[in-house]
């Protein structure tokens, strides 16, 4: 084996500078169509991923949700009969118009400290999706001389 190519018309020798220019521009040509290629399918990943993630999110947000929702009434029935009971109970010592107004009280502190607690977390939520952040990176990577350190 000589090492030299024999057939086809494509045939490349390095002693012509048209042929060489013509090789340069094929590869510069194929590489431009495969990063074109490569890019789109990127993208297209990256749409796909992010759709899957929303859907599987949403999912399990609305059994969550549901969940949430069942253990919210059950749980109201237990504070209304508990609340009952100690209005009742403290009947017995105040008087029942008295004793409703100190339960009255009672929930009406627990309601402002869980507002005051919920608005606090809920100013702490920066939630979003892995792929969202990976999609805010692919423009500077398509700038290479904008690079941010």
């Avoid at 495969?34 to 796909?48: G, I």
């Avoid at 999912?59 to 009742?88: D, E, I, N, P, R």
């Avoid at 004793?99 to 402002?112: D, K, L, P, Q």
């Avoid at 606090?120 to 892995?130: F, N």
Wanted: hydrophobic content about 45%; glycine content about 12%; proline content about 5%.
């Amino acid at each position: 084996m000589s090492g030299t190519h024999t057939g086809g018309s494509s045939t490349y020798d390095p002693s012509r500078p048209e042929a060489e220019e013509r090789a340069a521009n094929e590869t510069l040509g194929s590489l431009l169509s495969d990063v074109s290629r490569d890019l789109s399918t990127l993208m297209r990943q990256e749409l796909e991923l992010a759709k899957a993630e929303l859907r599987e999110s949403g999912t399990k947000a609305g059994k969550g949700a549901g969940m949430f929702a069942g253990a919210g009434v059950a749980g109201h029935f237990v504070l209304l009969f508990l609340s009952l009971a100690l209005m009742w109970g403290l009947a017995e010592l105040v008087g029942l118009g008295w004793s409703a107004v100190i339960v009255a009280v009672i929930w009406g502190i627990i309601a402002a400290v869980l507002a005051v607690t919920g608005k606090k977390e809920l100013k702490s939520v920066r939630g979003m999706p892995a792929t969202a952040a990976t999609m805010k990176d692919i423009p500077p990577t398509l700038k290479p001389g904008e690079h941010t350190p």
